[in-house]
């Protein structure tokens, strides 16, 4: 009966994905406004075909775009908070690499990180900063890789060098972004909120330290035999919270603004984890 649900959901994605890839391609070209909202729209019905049930506390700002810093489980992930509000990812190179992934990455406008280059963290930062001035929300996975699902890995600094470059290179990479001019703006400051994502039962079931293990994908794991897996496990349920949003020049320097995301998600989780009785 997995198995057969399985073949079922994947079916169904590939029917409901294939025809809308061109669609999207097409948002991407003649609407900066559309760009963004198609994906949300379809990530929706991506989580309802899945039988992803999703509770959510707080929102993104609506009226400034959001760098959005969250933690990371699963590839789940980018339906289920593409499914929240509309937003696009910062990624690194290699996902634009992935066969199937990488295309519906680079639809969806991922921006890619070269981890290895640091000479391009400056271009980075300069795209990261005209997205959000053209007021594109942006996704953070802050850790630098997935996990198990039972906690929550140190911020890594220098994944925010992007968003939050070094005062002495804050003047200088604001006027490159803007034509020579770092007051002009062209838009709303951007602010900064947390997302913290927490798997919390499947078929209605609480899970479990071993059963939320089953649902990360990290380490060294395939994805294909993972994603196969998960689908054919059953429906999930999966707790979102946003934190409240803080303008990102509030914060002095990255170090400044890693530590302020990881403890409010770090502390948000482990209150959902504590808030679900373990099956173990």
């Known amino acids: 009966m997995s198995a057969l649900r399985g073949t079922l959901l994947l079916s169904g994605f590939a029917a409901l994905t294939l025809p809308l890839m061109p669609v999207q391609a097409a948002m991407n070209r003649i609407s900066p406004t559309w760009a963004r909202r198609f994906p949300h729209w379809y990530h929706k019905r991506v989580c309802s075909l899945l039988g992803v049930r999703i509770s959510q506390t707080g929102t993104l700002a609506g009226d400034r775009p959001v760098l ?6 699963s590839w789940l992930d980018i339906p289920i908070i593409s499914a929240v509000a509309p937003v696009s990812f910062i990624a690194k190179k290699e996902v634009g690499g992935w066969p199937g992934v990488s295309a519906l990455a680079n639809l969806q406008r991922t921006v890619f990180v070269d981890r290895e280059k640091r000479l391009e963290v400056g271009n980075t930062a300069r795209e990261v900063k005209a997205r959000l001035k053209s007021g594109d929300n942006l996704v953070l996975f802050a850790e630098g890789t997935s996990t198990d699902g039972n906690r929550v890995l140190p911020f890594r600094t220098s ?7 070094s005062r002495s290179n804050d003047k200088a990479d604001g006027e490159r972004a803007n034509g020579g001019d770092a007051n002009n703006s062209g838009g709303p400051e951007p602010v900064v909120q947390t997302l913290t994502i927490v798997y919390t039962a499947l078929h209605g079931v609480p899970l479990g330290r071993q059963d939320r293990a089953k649902v990360g994908w990290y380490g060294d794991m395939d994805m294909v035999p993972h994603a196969w897996q998960l689908l054919k496990a059953g429906p999930l349920d999966v707790a979102i919270h946003i934190g409240e949003p803080i303008g990102l020049e509030t914060f002095a320097d990255r170090k400044q603004l ?12 482990l209150k959902t984890l504590r808030a679900k009785p373990d099956r173990d």
Do not use: G, Q, S, Y
Not at 68 to 73: E, F, Q, R, S, T
Not at 159 to 165: D, E, I, S, T
């Open 68 to 73: 959005l810093v969250a933690n990371h489980i």
């Open 159 to 165: 994944l925010f060098a992007a968003v939050k470059p």
């Open 258 to 269: 890693a530590r302020h995301t990881e403890t409010e998600v770090r502390d948000l989780f």
